[in-house]
């Protein structure tokens, strides 16, 4: 219904108008190729990755991603490096994958800073695999001359302690 004095080409202009608005409320989610209202669009808090995915995928991606021990999570865009951001991502999963994330994460920034020396481990009990550090590294080796001593009928002197062959 045209208004009295409302020339024909701005109702057209005011239609485009409103279609544009309604298509760029829309995008594509990359993981499900799915249109999704712009409302539901996943925000990484690290600005340099814009790859456009909805809540629902990104949340399922990082549930897999913890449920396969991963710590370090990137964004799945085919060839992007950057990781997701643990804190934009916190009010998407559950409380226990996110704790389990930040977990995961302490786990890798501890572990790549041992990784050269290999003083870690994980407690051999199924219910437990906590990591476990071994803070004093002669302590592995003591263990592992100890089962020399042993492999080859070592004894140590009675007098100084040190190992001698018979």
């Known amino acids: 219904i045209l208004k009295k004095g409302t020339p024909i080409k701005s109702c057209e202009k005011e239609e485009m108008t ?37 809540l629902d995928c990104i949340s399922k991606y990082i549930e897999v991603q913890v449920q396969s021990m991963t710590g370090n999570i990137r964004c799945p865009g085919l060839g992007c490096e950057h990781a997701l951001d643990p804190l934009s991502c916190r009010p998407l999963v559950p409380e226990q994958v996110f704790v389990k994330w930040c977990d995961l994460l302490c786990e890798s920034a501890v572990l790549g800073q041992l990784s050269q020396n290999q003083y870690s481990s994980y407690c051999p009990y199924q219910d437990c695999s906590a990591l476990v ?34």
């Open 18 to 54: 409103e279609q544009n608005q309604q298509e760029d409320s829309f995008f594509t989610c990359q993981i499900c190729i799915e249109p999704t209202p712009s409302s539901k669009k996943f925000e990484n808090g690290c600005s340099l990755c814009t790859h456009p995915y909805c």
């Open 133 to 166: 550090l071994n803070e004093c590294g002669n302590t592995t080796k003591k263990i592992n001359f100890g089962k020399l001593i042993e492999r080859n009928k070592w004894t140590r002197c009675y007098n100084c302690g040190h190992s001698i062959e018979r």
